[in-house]
């Protein structure tokens, strides 16, 4: 079985800071690509940022420039350090892991649990 277990979200003014963080645990074999997500109400969940094992980023146009993700393969964690955060950056934000649970499988996708994140005044 396998978690993703984030943290670091919460309520920060507009021009603020928030660093999440996402750490998978249980019966991992191998993982690749790690990313943030972000759904809004009344909106459809987005990609913010992914990284893969290796330390290719990409980021979402909103966010190019503001946001960094970053990952600790040593210890299974994704983490995204967001700056000059906005009032439109407010949503739930998703941890997703693709990866392998044992020799020769398929990757597949792993959720967390969403951590919520407003910016208001």
């Known amino acids: 079985q396998v978690q993703l277990v984030e943290s670091g979200g919460g309520l920060v003014q507009p021009g603020g800071s928030l660093r999440l963080s996402c750490a998978a645990s249980?019966?991992?074999?191998?993982?690749?690509?790690m990313g943030w997500y972000r759904q809004a109400p009344g909106k459809q969940r987005e990609l913010v940022a992914a990284?893969?094992?290796?330390?290719?980023?990409n980021y979402a146009d909103s966010v190019k420039g503001r946001f960094t993700i970053s990952r600790d393969n040593a210890k299974n964690t994704v983490y995204l350090q967001m700056n000059s955060l906005k009032p439109e950056d407010t949503a739930v934000y998703y941890c997703?892991?693709?990866?392998?649970?044992?020799?020769?499988?398929?990757?597949?996708?792993?959720w967390g649990q969403g951590t919520q994140v407003t910016v208001s005044s």
């Open positions: 997703n892991a693709d990866l392998t649970t044992g020799w020769g499988l398929v990757p597949d996708d792993y």
């Open positions: 249980g019966s991992i074999f191998s993982i690749y690509a």
């Open positions: 990284i893969t094992s290796g330390g290719s980023t």
